[in-house]
């Protein structure tokens, strides 16, 4: 079975402070690897997704890199804004999507 | 493009009541939909996974009788809670999969979520 790792659990920085949100998984059989954003009481926004031949993707201000044989994924949040603050999660694609438990991140103007 | 929609957005019913949520792909046909099941302050977990035509697979410990899933067509799936109580009360999100043609094979697309009260 998949298990899915975030770390930290939370995460308070100041403004335009970069973030660093990591997430490991147990099994590396996977089709791709998602980030998302999800803001308290909404549903699931995409970030980047990441297929398993891929290292990195990015979209803008964000980065998210791959080692799938590590079984590590990280992403990354250049110069964040007091807007950048939600939960970000992790999901692995194994046909079945196991999510991580969330960094709840916030960003202190 | 890849819009899935829930509807309702949010419900409150009666203990011992049945509700149904819908969930539809928009733009595409999903041969495969998701349900997921969202408590406060807690990551999701997957309820089930449907296929167009085919009775669902249940993940380990969700009640099968309680969560009935109906995939009736390739744009639309349902989930019905039966006899819902008041530990029920979550957010429910589902999302709808297909193969693609763009190189992002069986990415899920999400619903915007229902949130379920039961008084």
């Known amino acids: 079975k998949q298990e899915v790792t975030q770390i930290p659990a939370a995460l308070s920085v100041p403004e335009g402070e970069n973030l660093v949100l990591n997430c490991s998984f147990t099994?590396?059989?996977?089709?791709?690897l998602q980030w998302f954003r999800q803001d308290p009481g909404k549903g699931l926004t995409s970030l980047l997704l990441i297929q398993s031949s891929q290292r990195e993707q990015t979209s803008g201000r964000l980065n998210a890199s791959l080692d799938k044989s590590s079984g590590r994924s990280t992403l990354y949040i250049a110069a964040s804004q007091p807007g950048d603050s939600a939960t970000y999660l992790c999901a692995v694609n194994d046909y079945k999507l196991s999510f991580g438990a969330g960094t709840t991140v916030t960003v202190r103007a | 493009g890849a819009v899935v929609s829930q509807h309702p957005s949010w419900v409150i019913c009666k203990s011992g009541t049945s509700v149904k949520i819908e969930c539809r792909s928009l733009?595409?046909?999903?041969?495969?939909m998701f349900w997921y099941r969202q408590f406060p302050k807690q990551s999701l977990m997957l309820m089930a996974t449907s296929n167009e035509g085919s009775k669902a697979t249940y993940e380990q410990g969700v009640e099968k009788d309680k969560f009935l899933i109906n995939h009736a067509s390739l744009t639309l799936s349902t989930l019905t809670v039966t006899s819902a109580h008041p530990e029920d009360s979550s957010f429910y999100i589902c999302?709808?999969?297909?193969?693609?043609?763009?190189?992002?094979?069986?990415?899920?697309?999400f619903g915007p979520g229902t949130r379920l009260t039961v008084t």
């Open positions: 733009d595409f046909q999903a041969t495969t």
């Open positions: 099994d590396s059989a996977i089709y791709n």
């Open positions: 999302s709808a999969s297909y193969p693609g043609t763009s190189g992002r094979g069986y990415e899920q697309y």
